[in-house]
């Protein structure tokens, strides 16, 4: 039967080593000739995404909703262009999705229900991998950076709204990897969880949030 390409998002706190660990599973992914796209969210180098980039490093003020649209309205720009690939059989790796859209603005304060809708009946990842990491090993990492919401006040409420988004998934489709070891263990625990998918899926890609 033929198969497609997995779609696998990988969503994290601040300071997990989430770019490392995307870096690390697409090197392994090409040097098994399995063939991979990345993308990131944020993607700051479409239209909206200079309004996000703006937003985030302070140069703009935006209403909260408004910001929270237009991360989603982000992921709907790529959209054709991810699931045109997951039908060529070429596996999809994200580094953030929609998860990161519900859990950073959910932390704001916004209902959480309000912050799916605009994402819903976006391609599903197969697997979602949460790089999780308290903050005090955060803050053992040197710390959050200069950008909005990287304050340990706020990434507490994030963990919390991811916590939640987590307990309404099963354990094939979420995975929490404890992201305070060592790279080379954290690794070791993504590849388990890609290794049975990357020789590709059978049937359709599934839609946010069903
Ligand atoms: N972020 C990211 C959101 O608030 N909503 C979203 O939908 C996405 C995808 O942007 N602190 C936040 C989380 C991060 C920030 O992400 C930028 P990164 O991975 O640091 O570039």
Known sequence: MATRGAFIAIEGLDRSGKTTQVATLQARLDSEGIPVKLFKFPDRGTAVGKMIDSYLRSQSELDDHAIHLLFSANRWELAAAIEQLLAQGTTVVCDRYAFSGVAFSAAKGLPLEWCRAPDVALPAPDLTLFLDITPEKARERGGYGEERYEKEEMQRQVRDVFRVIASEFDDATWVTIDAGRKQ?????????????LANGIVGPVQRLWV
């Open 184 to 196: 080379d263990a954290v690794a070791a625990d993504i590849w388990d969880c890609v290794h049975p």
